[in-house]
């Protein structure tokens, strides 16, 4: 099969003519509304009593693996969207009805995902978290919404369409009796327009029922609307849905830009449009804009319009200064604005080379990624935005540059903050297909996106078994993926994370090659029936290549022996997915793999299996655990140690982490095991003030020792340049005597939406953190409520929605949010220990 691949250089930008700066005029933005509708909505968990059998779409039995066969079994059972002559879908259904009384049902604000707030069942999915959902608990499986909202009659005659950024999952949507659609798609967003179905000059009623019968995936996936939703208004003349497009080349210091904007005319009569285009910098000035001819679009159609300009002297978007400009596009009818929408967008340039990896702005960056699950302690796939960027933020304390949207789209709000931030994404489908449908959401998600200059590659599909090495689902399958990719946004490659068959089936067709762990290759049973990485190096001349998923490394928080009763995993950088010999067909240590890819600078870097623990997966045990142990951070951010072998070698910062903690009561005379994650050249350990011995430090290594056990104070030095440049010190602590709790900012927006994480902790009578303290700690909260508990206990049965949670090896921790402006007071009380109370300003 003919290999097709493109030299991935490219930079988004918008059209316009250069200026020189000038403010933007202060009407921007007044034409197009675009209003949450994420408070007052009412649940009901449940079906309707009279619902039958009406509602029933007849998927393939499970989804979990995307296998071609699931696919075709939906297309042909199943309807792509409900149209127009099944607009009477539940006509006859109590709850779809406008006038229904909803005085028993819940009211609740958005995002929401009900599955978390339910208790842990055994008999529950293992792979989603032991949830009471799924088969078995049909009562648990489905939910309504329904929220009412005023449209003004002047709205009449403009566009107006509803927008669901994600709800898990086949959702049906009402407004005031009148059926929408279906959304089958647990992870992509879609929309309806309402423009036909609205109340103008009176009350709408939006009513959403979810069915969470069925898995996507086999990870925990939550249940409800668990992404925003909006309510968009805008004049009948107006940029389309996900219609721009924006494209450039980087010339010198200069920019040659290109812009796609879809333009579409809701009204029946043909309108005479023109477009006037504005580039404005971060500081809010305009700095080029262009002005498209007034051309005619006739009714009920579309219009693709195409403007190029050169651009002088742009501020390249990066890792360091990830810069961003926004485009407005303001459409004129008649002289007068009809709509207005800006766009965000960053310049730079990105290339796939063979030999060099992957470079920005002409420079190599190694890809320093973790691969990522959506849930999070205390609120399941339910994240808030704030809490989004918080946890991108702790994965940049240890230098991740890159991150995976395993396995599927991600919420648009996530992706802004990685554009912010500076966050390389590799984003991808949830199922790999190739009906109508399959290929509808990749669509959906490719538009959706590609105006994010943090995406650096689309990715088709996650570890197709039964398909990834074969040639007739590689023309079936990868290859029309793979066209549509280079269709809609021919400047980032395709590619798809195979975990083996390289070389094979796919891979002779793929832009750039994902690997899913190098250990299998050249250690397991499979050795020899796919080639290796080096092979494949020299087979695939044209094909870059990464880690699409590497290590697997399992480890549990401040736990130092395997512990199987229980569910918990040593935390030195030893354990493998698998244990015994089977162990060697899957992952492979921190440390394994970083050596291996070091070795092989041809390689783009890599995504680790995973940033987070996540909920579901348990590995490599099953009840009580109810999370995986892949994170480099548990599932509440709080750092495992291996947390600091990455930081010591994806940073600049001194590292120097002594593990385990020193209270082993019971255990004087005994070996211990202390290693040490640093970067300094050398370290030298100390126990009680004598010297156990000073080692160099082998780049991408860690250090070990075997101490006897005494209580008392344990301390490493780390050494620059033959002298003492660093210290740490673990300390044999006392009981616990005193809550602590740390909040990471001190004050928080009152909108409902923000949110504060608090940590809690607990120290002994000399002001010592006590690492092994289990304490059950009960709070209280004022001028705010508690939107989730955790403590990254991956066997902990906890509820996350309550007002108390256990110290988990010291740690525990607190999600607040609040609509209130004025102060918030979190009083954290554990019986025998002191309290401790956060106090935080809410602000308007």
């Known amino acids: 099969m003919t290999k097709r691949f493109l030299p991935y250089l490219i930079l988004l930008l918008l059209p316009g003519v250069l200026l020189g700066a000038q403010p933007l005029p202060s009407a921007t933005g007044l034409h197009r509304e675009r209003l949450l509708m994420n408070f007052g909505w009412q649940f009901y968990l ?449 590619t798809c994370a195979m975990n083996w068959d390289w070389g094979n089936g796919f891979s002779k067709v793929l832009d750039v090659q994902g690997f899913n762990y190098w250990w299998q290759s050249t250690h397991s049973k499979n050795r020899g029936k796919f080639l290796d990485l080096d092979e494949f190096h020299v087979a695939f001349t044209n094909t870059p290549g990464f880690g699409s998923e590497e290590a697997s490394t399992v480890s549990t928080r401040g736990i130092y022996e395997n512990d199987k009763t229980r569910g918990y995993v040593s935390a030195y950088d030893r354990n493998l997915p698998r244990g015994g010999d089977a162990a060697r067909e899957w992952g492979s240590t921190a440390e394994a793999w970083m050596k291996h890819y070091a070795a092989r600078p041809w390689l783009a870097g890599a995504f680790v299996w995973t940033g987070f623990d996540y909920r579901g997966e348990p590995t490599p045990y099953s009840w009580p655990n109810v999370s995986s142990h892949f994170g480099i951070l548990d599932t509440c951010g709080f750092p495992k140690d291996n947390f600091f072998y990455y930081q010591a070698w994806w940073t600049d910062e001194p590292v120097l982490h002594i593990l385990p903690h020193w209270n082993w009561p019971g255990k004087e005379g005994r070996e211990i095991e202390v290693w040490v994650h640093s970067n300094f050249e050398a370290v030298e350990l100390f126990l009680n003030g004598q010297s156990l011995g000073k080692k160099n430090m082998p780049r991408l290594s860690h250090l070990e020792w075997k101490v006897a056990y005494q209580p008392g104070k344990l301390e490493a030095r780390g050494y620059k340049n033959g002298k003492v440049a660093a210290k740490t010190i673990v300390e044999t602590t006392g009981e616990p005597d005193k809550l602590v709790l740390t909040t990471d900012r001190k004050s928080i927006n009152a909108d409902g939406q923000d949110v504060a994480v608090i940590n809690v902790s607990a120290i002994d009578a000399q002001g010592r953190e006590v690492p092994t303290a289990n304490n059950l700690v009960k709070f209280e909260i004022t001028g705010a409520k508690i939107l989730g508990v955790g403590n990254g206990d991956p066997s902990c049965h906890e509820s996350d929605k309550g007002s108390e949670r256990s110290l988990f090896n010291g740690l525990a921790q607190v999600i607040v949010q609040t609509k209130t402006p004025g102060q918030l007071k979190l009083v954290a009380q554990a019986d025998g220990l002191k309290s401790a109370t956060a106090t935080l300003t809410s602000k308007k």
């Open 46 to 494: 449940g079906d309707a009593p009279d619902a039958g059998a009406q509602f029933d779409y007849p998927e393939f039995a499970r989804l979990d693996k995307n296998r071609p066969d699931d696919d075709a079994q939906e297309a042909k059972n199943a309807p792509l969207r409900v149209d127009a002559a099944a607009v009477n879908l539940g006509k006859n259904v109590s709850f779809v009805q406008p006038s229904y009384d909803t005085a028993n049902w819940r009211t609740l604000d958005l995002p929401h995902d009900w599955l978390v707030e339910l208790p842990f069942e055994h008999r529950g999915d293992k792979d989603h978290g032991f949830k009471p959902a799924g088969k078995h608990f049909e009562t648990n499986s489905i939910g309504w919404y329904r929220r009412t909202f005023e449209l003004p009659a002047g709205d009449k005659g403009r566009a107006l369409w509803i927008e669901f950024d994600g709800v898990f999952r086949n959702c049906l949507v009402w407004l005031n009796g009148v059926c929408l659609g279906r959304n089958v798609s647990g992870y992509g967003s879609f929309y309806y327009d309402i423009s036909r179905a609205a109340n103008y000059g009176g009350t709408n009623t939006l009513v959403v029922r979810v069915d969470a019968s069925r898995f996507e995936g086999w990870f925990y996936e939550g249940a409800g609307i668990y992404r925003h939703v909006w309510l968009v208004k805008t004049g009948a003349a107006h940029v389309a849905h996900w219609g721009t497009f924006v494209t450039s080349t980087v010339i010198n210091q200069d920019a040659e830009v290109s812009a796609e904007t879809t333009l579409r005319n809701d009204l029946s009569t043909p309108v005479t449009a023109r477009i006037v285009s504005t580039v404005v910098d971060s500081t809010g000035l305009e700095v080029a804009t262009v002005t498209q001819a007034a051309m005619k679009i006739e009714g009920g159609a579309e219009k693709i319009v195409s403007q190029k300009v050169k651009v002088s002297g742009a501020k390249l978007w990066s890792l360091e200064n990830p810069y961003l400009y926004k485009l407005v596009l303001r459409v004129e009818v008649d002289g007068k604005a009809s709509d207005v929408f800006e766009t965000p967008f960053g310049i730079r340039t990105i290339k796939w080379d063979v030999n060099e990896g992957f470079l920005l702005n002409g420079k190599r960056v190694f890809l320093k990624g973790t691969a990522n699950h959506q849930d999070a302690a205390g609120v399941g796939i339910a994240v808030p935005d704030a809490l989004n960027e918080w946890r991108l933020l702790q994965l940049k304390k240890f230098g991740v540059n890159a991150y995976r949207t395993a396995h599927g789209p991600a919420t648009p709000e996530l992706l802004d903050a990685c554009d912010r931030l500076g966050i390389l994404v590799y984003t991808e489908q949830r199922r790999l297909g190739h009906t109508p449908q399959s290929f509808g959401d990749f669509e959906n998600l490719i538009r959706r996106d590609r105006n994010h200059p943090s995406i650096i590659a689309w990715g088709i599909a996650n570890e197709e078994l039964t398909a990834q090495g074969k040639e007739e689902p590689t023309k079936t399958l990868a290859v029309p993926n793979q066209d549509l990719v280079h269709r809609l946004d021919p400047t980032r490659p395709a």
